[in-house]
């Protein structure tokens, strides 16, 4: 196609979608009863042209899929998460607020592991938050060492400031104040 011809071509759409945009309602609908072919080429025309937008009327048959985003449990685990949480519920926990409320999801995590990660399905399951490959993890506390009296141990950042290893346990927490105060004056005479 020489440019010329893309050019004649690209003016005679636009006349044609011009020519469909000026017909009235009832030529409109009389073209289309009388020639379906020549109005679904002039649509085609104005909608190539930018004249108007794709049909807004859907397709015979159930679209339940292109306006809400819900699917069906997939396993039992779901299905008996969903039982024992109502929509309302896994929603009141994730959308409350958290102080002093008995419907508080640390809480729950804490006092009850299994009944938080059931609830915490059931929300997948309801797509109130997303799903997750990883499950979030409670760190364990740190307990002392069995020859320690004192669980003060310094930890990676000023032990290496200080120039210990990071289990380096402290005996008081003035001594730890000491080595922080110590840290804040060797990392001042660094900058």
Request: charged share 25%.
């Amino acid at each position: 196609m020489t440019e010329s011809s893309i050019f004649e071509q690209r003016e005679k759409t636009k006349q044609e979608g011009k020519l469909f945009i000026s017909l009235s309602g009832r030529e409109g609908s009389d073209l289309k009863r009388s020639n379906p072919n020549e109005y679904a080429r002039l649509r085609a025309s104005a909608q190539a042209s930018g004249l108007i937008g794709p049909s807004g009327a859907r397709q015979a048959g159930l679209h339940v899929s292109h306006y809400v985003d819900v699917q069906p449990p997939k396993t039992t685990q779901e299905i008996q998460a969903r039982i024992r949480y109502s929509e309302a519920e896994c929603r009141r926990y994730y959308n409350a607020t958290t102080s002093g409320a008995s419907d508080n999801l640390a809480a729950l995590q804490r006092s009850n592991p299994e009944a938080y990660a059931q609830l915490r399905l059931a929300a997948q399951s309801y797509s109130i938050i997303e799903r997750s490959v990883t499950q979030p993890v409670r760190r364990p506390v740190a307990s002392p060492t069995k020859d320690s009296t004192n669980p003060l141990i310094l930890g990676e950042e000023l032990g290496q400031l200080a120039g210990l290893p990071a289990t380096t346990e402290v005996e008081s927490l003035k001594a730890l104040d000491q080595l922080n105060e110590y840290a804040a004056k060797i990392e001042g005479a660094k900058s």
